[in-house]
Structure formats: C-alpha cells, structure tokens
C-alpha cells in the first residue's frame, strides 16, 4: 500500500464533492506518534487512496458490494459507497514516513512523530 | 455481478419521508409503531437487504470481525445475526476519538415468507458480511407457454 498521492484521479476528486460517508476513526498518541484506525467496510486496498498534501491528510475509499442483477433494496442503511474524511496534521509529525495496513474493512494509519519533537520529561532539579 | 445500493428504487421524496420519521422518533413526536425486533435508528453494524426473486442477500457493515466468532442463525423467516466487536482501549495512550462502536451486538431480521432456510450461505470479505437466502422454487415466477 502506499501512502503517496494519486494525483490525477478526477473521477475521485469529483466524488468528493458527492454524498460522502464519513467514516468513524479512533485516534490515538503514544510518545512516538500517533494512530488513526477508521472504519471503512468494503473498501478493498485497491480502492482506497490516502493522501498528504501539505498538512492535510485526506482518507477516501470506494466500497464494493456484489449485488446480483436486478436486485431491489428492501432496506438501505448505507445509501452510498463512498468513504471520505480528512485531517489536519501538526509540524511535529512525518506525514513522509505514515505506515498505512488495511485488514477486514479496518483502515489503520500510523503517522510517527520526528525523534527530536518526541517529550522529553523534564527533570527538576532541587535548588 | 457489481453493483451499488445508489442506483436503486428510493427517491428524494422516501429520504425526506424517512429523515421526517427519523426526527418524530427522536423528538418522540408522535407515537410511532415499529415492528418488534427491530433496532433503534443508528444502532451497530448498518445493513443494507436486497431481493431477486431467487434470492435475499443481507449485507452487514462490520469490519474488524472475527467470523468465526459470528453467531447466524436462521428459524423459519427470521434471521438473527450476533456477534461482538471488542477494541481495547488501554490507559496507557491518550485517546482522542473513540467514535468505532465497540461492544456486542444482534440484529433480528424478519425476511420474506418464501425463503427457504436450509439453503443460506455466509461470506465475510474487507469488513462486509455477505448473508445470501434463496427463495423456494414454487415462489419464483414462471413462464407459462400456450400450446
């Protein structure tokens, strides 16, 4: 998988400006950067783009589902099969070094933070 | 055979009528009447259903499964689906969203009267649950040829 931008997809970039799912993410720190795992069923590797630029961080994917022909909807919950949600990403993190897995419809994101940003405990001394 | 749910019978207008109800029910407007098993709006996994004359397949919106640990059964019309999806979240990191449903959960599905429920199979593939009832044969429509 890879992190780098597709850059020309206009078909994607078009779809963005559709009804767009926003999929639900957990986020988590630890000391040496921080994790985004995010919900998208259906979204094979193949159909999922993330994407960096500057300091954003946009996350879109299409959802395949096999539908014999001519099947009717006896109900819908999910009405569109495009997942799409960006994030703002701060000067302390490496967006060129994020480690992107995809396992059973579950998007996990790990964006590590520079070593010398990482805290430090700050010890204090008696005087 | 591909396809999506965008294209399919659901106008403007059966958004606008299902957002209205959404709304009654949860302002608690009107007294409503809903079928008995079925969940409060919102609730975990969503599920699209789709029908052909031979078959009603069930699609289950619930990635990080274990599909083994998925408990399907099906008596007579009435198809359950339980299982449970557990994420530990540790007090050892900050957590700053924790927006991914975790828990247990169980969806009781009231299907077509002419399905048949020895004949039902189950697929999980990247985080959808595929369940696929066939319809008995005497349901499905015939031709009829004038001799």
């Known amino acids: 998988m890879t ?3 597709e850059t020309n997809n206009p078909d994607l970039a078009a779809r963005r400006d559709t009804a767009a799912l926003r999929p639900p993410v957990d986020i988590l720190e630890d000391a040496e950067g921080i994790t985004v795992m995010a919900d ?3 979204v094979a590797k193949e159909r999922l783009h993330v994407h960096v630029d500057a300091n954003n961080l946009q996350i879109d994917g299409e ?6 022909e001519g099947a009717e909807a ?3 919950d999910v009405r569109t099969t495009h997942f799409s949600r960006s994030f703002t990403l701060s000067n302390e993190l490496e967006p060129d070094k994020i480690d ?3 396992k059973d419809g579950v998007l996990t994101l790990r964006i590590p933070k520079h070593p010398e940003q990482r805290p430090r405990k700050i010890e204090v001394r008696a005087g | 055979m591909f396809g999506t749910f965008t294209g399919l019978p659901g106008s403007l207008f059966d958004d606008l009528g299902r957002l209205q109800r959404e709304l009654d029910d949860a302002l608690g407007r009107w007294p409503t009447t809903a079928e008995l098993r079925s969940p409060s709006v919102g609730s975990w996994p969503p599920l699209n259903i789709g029908a052909t004359p031979e078959r009603v397949d069930i699609y289950l919106f619930a990635p990080g499964l274990d599909p083994e640990a998925l408990d399907i ?3 007579q019309n009435l198809l359950t ?3 449970e999806r557990r994420i530990e979240r540790g007090d050892e990191t900050r957590w700053y969203r924790t927006e991914r449903y975790s828990g247990e959960f169980r969806r009781a599905l009231t299907l077509p009267e002419d399905v048949d429920p020895d004949r039902v199979d189950a697929s999980y593939r990247d985080g959808i649950l595929q369940v696929t009832v066939h319809r008995r044969q005497s349901a499905q429509p015939r031709r009829i040829s004038v001799s």
């Open chain 1, 3 to 5: 992190t780098q931008a």
């Open chain 1, 40 to 42: 998208m069923p259906g």
């Open chain 1, 63 to 68: 959802a395949r589902i096999e539908l014999p």
């Open chain 1, 74 to 76: 006896l109900h819908a």
């Open chain 1, 100 to 102: 992107a897995r995809l």
């Open chain 2, 73 to 75: 059964s099906i008596q």
């Open chain 2, 81 to 83: 689906i339980a299982g």
